[in-house]
C-alpha cells in the first residue's frame, strides 16, 4: 500500500461535475424524445396509410378500423413485452419517485425500453396514452445508467435521475422550465439551488436538442393570439374555474383506478387485457374520434374553436373513461396529455356557461380553456408551481401569470382536501412506500444498523463474577456491559446504575454473577433502518442499543449503536449533505483520500494518564467526535502502526492517528496537553 495522501474535498469540482452531466443526460433526453416520435410518426403512417395524427386518420376510416386498430396495438404491444421483458412491471413516474426517495431501487435498462416500443405501437394505433411517460422513462433509464456507471453515492444518483426526468418532460412538451419545476415540486420536493440548478441546466439542454432536431418552431399545440383574462370579475371566475377544476380532477384520478380495478378483476392474459382495453377505447372511438391518441390534436381544436360544445362536453366524459380503460388494461404510456385535454374541455365549457350567464364578463374561450388545463393538471399532481410555468411555456403569455396562480392553487388546495394523494403518490402509499415525508424521515428510512453499528462493545459471560463485572465498570467507564452466552448470544445487559451501590465495596454474601443483575436486552439487527429503532431511543435514559446477528438460530451480540451515531447520521444527510464519508478515489502515486470540506488528519501525542486503559476507556471518539485510525507504537526496529480495535491497550501507544473535524480535534489536542 502506497503513501496515504488527504485531499481536501473540492465542493467547485463535484458541482461542475453535476452540471456537464445534467448536460449529457438533457442532450440525450432530447434526441430520445425526437427518435421515439419519429417511430411513433413511423408506426402511425403505417397502420393508416396517411400522415398527421390518429385523430385526423381516424375521422375518415369506417368504424370496424376504429374499433379493430387500437384492439389490434393492444396485442402487439402485449406480445412485445412478453417476448422481451416478461417480468417487467409498469414503472412510470411513481416508480421513479419510489427510486428517488428510497435510494435503493434500480431502473433497469431493458424493461423500460421494451415497455417504450410496446407504448409505440398503443400510441401508434389510437391508444389513449400520452407519450410523454415513455420519453421520460427512458430518459431516467439512461440516468441512472450514467450514475451507476459513475459509482455515485445515493444522493447524486437521485439528483442525475432527477435530470433524467426533467429532460424527458422538458423535451416532450417544449417546456425547460416546466421540467425542472417538475421534478422540484414532484419528485425531489426540493428547489435547493444545488439541486434545481442542474435540473434547469439539464431540461435546457433537452429542449435545445431537441430544436436543433426539429427546428426552432416545435410548438406542441396551436395557440391563439388572444389569451387575455382582464378585470376583477375575470379574474374572480378564473378562481372559481380552479375550485371546479380540484374537484374534476379528483373524478379523472377516481376514473382511471376504477379502470385499473375493472382489469385486476380479470384473471387473463396482459394479451388478452391489452387487447381488450383497445377494443374498449376503439368503441368509444366510434363516436367520439377524438378520443383516439393523446389528445394534442382536440386540445389544438379546442383551443382554435373547431370542436362544437356538444362535442366537447362529449369529450370531457369520454377522454377520462378512454384513458382509464388503456392504461388499467396495461398499456404503456402516459396520463399527463390526456389530462390537459380534458382540462381544455373543462376551460371551454366553462366560458360558454359564463357567456351564457354573464356576458358582460365573457372572456375568449381559449383563454379559459388554458387556465383549465393548468389548474387540472395541478389538482392531478398536486403540483400548482409546476403546472402554471408550463402552461406560461406553452402559451408564451405571461399576461395570464395572476390567473394561473390564482386558479392552480385553487385546484391544488381543493384536490388535497378531497383526496390525501396526488395522481402519481396514490400507488406508492399502497404499497407502503414512504411519501410526503420530509428529507429527515427519508433519511431514517433509508440508513441501516449496518451502516453505523460499533464492533467494540463490551461483554461478559452471564458466569463472570460481580467483581469482575465491578472492575470492567471501574476501567472501561462505560454504562453498559453486555451479558452473553456460551456461544456469544445476547443474554441480557448491566445497567451501571444496577452495581452502582457495589462500586465502591468489594460485593460480600453469595457469590453472585452477571446473570444475577443483568436485565433483560432484545437488540437490533443490521437490517433494521434507523426509523424502526428510533422509538427505542424516546426514553431519554438509553443511550445506545445492542446490534446482533443470527447465527443458527441464535442472536450473537455483534456490537452497537448510540444515540450520538444516529444523530450523526441525520446531521450528515440533513445538515451538511455535502459532507461525505471519507473514501478512496485513486491509486495515481499511492491511495489517495478525500475528505469532507473542514476535516482534517492529525497525530495526537498520548498522554501518559491514559496509558492505562484502553483505546475505549480513554473515550476518545466519544467525547470528542473523532475517528481514530491507526494507534502509533515505537519498538526497537522503528515505528509500528496498528490497527485502531476499542480494545486495545495503549501502555506502549506513541500517539494516535485521528481524523475529524478541525475544532474537535483542536479541542482533543488540548486536552491530551493538559496536565492530569
Given at each position: 500500500?502506497?503513501?496515504?495522501?488527504?485531499?481536501?474535498?473540492?465542493?467547485?469540482?463535484?458541482?461542475?461535475?453535476?452540471?456537464?452531466?445534467?448536460?449529457?443526460?438533457?442532450?440525450?433526453?432530447?434526441?430520445?424524445a425526437v427518435g421515439f416520435q419519429l417511430l411513433v410518426d413511423l408506426a402511425q403512417r403505417a397502420v393508416t396509410g396517411r400522415t398527421g395524427t390518429f385523430v385526423d386518420a381516424a375521422r375518415e376510416m369506417p368504424w370496424w378500423a376504429r374499433v379493430g386498430l387500437p384492439a389490434l396495438g393492444g396485442l402487439v404491444a402485449a406480445l412485445v413485452i412478453r417476448f422481451f421483458a416478461p417480468r417487467a412491471k409498469p414503472f412510470g413516474i411513481s416508480g421513479i419517485m419510489e427510486a428517488v426517495s428510497v435510494r435503493r431501487r434500480r431502473i433497469k435498462g431493458r424493461p423500460i425500453v421494451t415497455r417504450a416500443a410496446a407504448a409505440v405501437a398503443v400510441i401508434s394505433t389510437?391508444?389513449?396514452?400520452?407519450?410523454?411517460?415513455?420519453?421520460?422513462?427512458?430518459?431516467?433509464?439512461?440516468?441512472?445508467k450514467l450514475a451507476r456507471t459513475a459509482k455515485f453515492e445515493p444522493?447524486?444518483?437521485?439528483?442525475?435521475?432527477?435530470?433524467?426526468?426533467?429532460?424527458?418532460?422538458?423535451?416532450?412538451?417544449?417546456a425547460p422550465l416546466a421540467g425542472a419545476f417538475f421534478v422540484g415540486e414532484v419528485i425531489l420536493a426540493s428547489f435547493a439551488?444545488?439541486?434545481?440548478?442542474?435540473?434547469?441546466?439539464?431540461?435546457?439542454?433537452?429542449?435545445?436538442?431537441?430544436?436543433?432536431?426539429?427546428?426552432?418552431?416545435?410548438?406542441?399545440?396551436?395557440?391563439?393570439?388572444?389569451?387575455?383574462?382582464?378585470?376583477?370579475?375575470?379574474?374572480?371566475?378564473?378562481?372559481?374555474?380552479?375550485?371546479?377544476?380540484?374537484?374534476?380532477?379528483?373524478?379523472?384520478?377516481?376514473?382511471?383506478?376504477?379502470?385499473?380495478?375493472?382489469?385486476?378483476?380479470?384473471?387473463?392474459?396482459?394479451?388478452?387485457?391489452?387487447?381488450?382495453?383497445?377494443?374498449?377505447?376503439?368503441?368509444i372511438g366510434t363516436q367520439v374520434p377524438e378520443v383516439f391518441g393523446n389528445g394534442y390534436t382536440a386540445t389544438s381544436d379546442i383551443l382554435d374553436?373547431?370542436?362544437?360544445?356538444?362535442?366537447v362536453a362529449l369529450l370531457l366524459l369520454a377522454k377520462p373513461i378512454a384513458t382509464a380503460l388503456s392504461v388499467g388494461s396495461g398499456a404503456p404510456g402516459g396520463v399527463f396529455t390526456p389530462a390537459l385535454l380534458a382540462g381544455a374541455c373543462l376551460?371551454?365549457?366553462?366560458?360558454?356557461?359564463?357567456?351564457?350567464?354573464?356576458?358582460?364578463?365573457?372572456?375568449?374561450?381559449?383563454?379559459?380553456?388554458?387556465?383549465?388545463?393548468?389548474?387540472?393538471?395541478?389538482?392531478?399532481?398536486?403540483?400548482?408551481?409546476?403546472?402554471?410555468?408550463?402552461?406560461?411555456?406553452?402559451?408564451?403569455?405571461?399576461?395570464?401569470?395572476?390567473?394561473?396562480?390564482?386558479a392552480t392553487v385553487a385546484s391544488a388546495l381543493v384536490a388535497r382536501w378531497l383526496a390525501r394523494d396526488s395522481i402519481f403518490t396514490e400507488s406508492l402509499r399502497a404499497r407502503g412506500v414512504p411519501i410526503d415525508v420530509g428529507i429527515e424521515d427519508l433519511t431514517l428510512r433509508r440508513v441501516r444498523v449496518r451502516d453505523l453499528v460499533r464492533s467494540g462493545s463490551l461483554a461478559l459471560s452471564w458466569s463472570a463474577p460481580l467483581a469482575e463485572v465491578l472492575r470492567r465498570f471501574r476501567e472501561t467507564r462505560l454504562d453498559v456491559i453486555y451479558v452473553v452466552g456460551d456461544e456469544g448470544e445476547l443474554q441480557g445487559l448491566i445497567d451501571l446504575h444496577d452495581v452502582?451501590?457495589?462500586?465502591?465495596?468489594?460485593?460480600?454474601?453469595?457469590?453472585?454473577?452477571?446473570?444475577?443483575?443483568?436485565?433483560?436486552?432484545?437488540?437490533?439487527?443490521?437490517?433494521?433502518?434507523?426509523?424502526?429503532?428510533?422509538?427505542?431511543?424516546?426514553?431519554?435514559?438509553?443511550?445506545?442499543?445492542?446490534?446482533?446477528?443470527?447465527?443458527?438460530?441464535?442472536r450473537v451480540l455483534v456490537g452497537r449503536i448510540t444515540r450520538r451515531d444516529l444523530i450523526a447520521a441525520i446531521h450528515l444527510e440533513v445538515v451538511q449533505n455535502q459532507a461525505r464519508r471519507t473514501k478512496l478515489v485513486g491509486e495515481r502515486d499511492g491511495d489517495w483520500v478525500e475528505l469532507p470540506e473542514g476535516y482534517e488528519v492529525a497525530e495526537i501525542e498520548l498522554p501518559e494518564r491514559w496509558r492505562g486503559g484502553t483505546l475505549?476507556?480513554?473515550?476518545?471518539?466519544?467525547?470528542?467526535?473523532?475517528?481514530?485510525?491507526?494507534?502509533?507504537?515505537?519498538?526497537?526496529?522503528?515505528?509500528?502502526?496498528?490497527?485502531?480495535?476499542?480494545?486495545?491497550?495503549?501502555?506502549?501507544?506513541?500517539?494516535?492517528?485521528?481524523?475529524?473535524?478541525?475544532?474537535?480535534?483542536?479541542a482533543l489536542r488540548v486536552k491530551a496537553q493538559a496536565k492530569a
Open positions: 500500500m502506497g503513501v496515504l495522501k488527504i485531499l481536501p474535498e473540492r465542493r467547485a469540482l463535484a458541482t461542475t461535475t453535476n452540471f456537464l452531466l445534467a448536460a449529457v443526460v438533457g442532450a440525450l433526453g432530447g434526441v430520445l389510437g391508444g389513449s396514452v400520452g407519450r410523454e411517460g415513455p420519453i421520460v422513462q427512458l430518459a431516467a433509464a439512461f440516468a441512472s444522493a447524486r444518483h437521485s439528483l442525475l435521475l432527477g435530470c433524467g426526468v426533467a429532460a424527458g418532460m422538458a423535451a416532450a412538451y417544449n439551488i444545488e439541486i434545481f440548478a442542474p435540473l434547469v441546466v439539464s431540461s435546457v439542454f433537452a429542449a435545445l436538442s431537441m430544436r436543433a432536431i426539429r427546428g426552432s418552431d416545435a410548438a406542441v399545440y396551436s395557440m391563439p393570439t388572444d389569451l387575455s383574462i382582464d378585470g376583477f370579475g375575470p379574474v374572480m371566475l378564473v378562481l372559481v374555474l380552479g375550485l371546479v377544476a380540484g374537484v374534476v380532477a379528483v373524478g379523472f384520478q377516481r376514473v382511471l383506478r376504477s379502470g385499473a380495478k375493472l382489469f385486476a378483476r380479470f384473471d387473463a392474459p396482459l394479451e388478452v387485457k391489452l387487447a381488450l382495453g383497445g377494443l374498449a377505447v376503439g368503441l374553436g373547431r370542436l362544437v360544445l356538444g362535442t376551460g371551454a365549457l366553462f366560458a360558454a356557461a359564463v357567456g351564457r350567464t354573464w356576458p358582460a364578463l365573457a372572456t375568449p374561450d381559449a383563454a379559459f380553456a388554458v387556465v383549465g388545463m393548468a389548474s387540472l393538471i395541478a389538482g392531478l399532481t398536486h403540483a400548482p408551481i409546476m403546472s402554471m410555468v408550463m402552461i406560461l411555456e406553452l402559451t408564451h403569455d405571461f399576461g395570464l401569470i395572476l390567473p394561473l396562480v390564482l452502582k451501590e457495589h462500586l465502591n465495596r468489594e460485593p460480600t454474601g453469595p457469590t453472585r454473577i452477571a446473570a444475577d443483575v443483568m436485565q433483560p436486552a432484545a437488540g437490533v439487527t443490521g437490517e433494521m433502518s434507523l426509523a424502526e429503532i428510533m422509538p427505542s431511543f424516546d426514553d431519554p435514559e438509553l443511550e445506545e442499543l445492542p446490534v446482533v446477528e443470527i447465527r443458527h438460530g441464535r475505549e476507556s480513554s473515550g476518545v471518539a466519544r467525547e470528542h467526535g473523532v475517528t481514530v485510525i491507526s494507534l502509533v507504537e515505537q519498538d526497537p526496529a522503528g515505528v509500528k502502526r496498528r490497527a485502531a480495535e476499542p480494545s486495545t491497550p495503549l501502555a506502549s501507544v506513541r500517539s494516535l492517528v485521528v481524523v475529524g473535524k478541525h475544532e474537535d480535534i483542536e
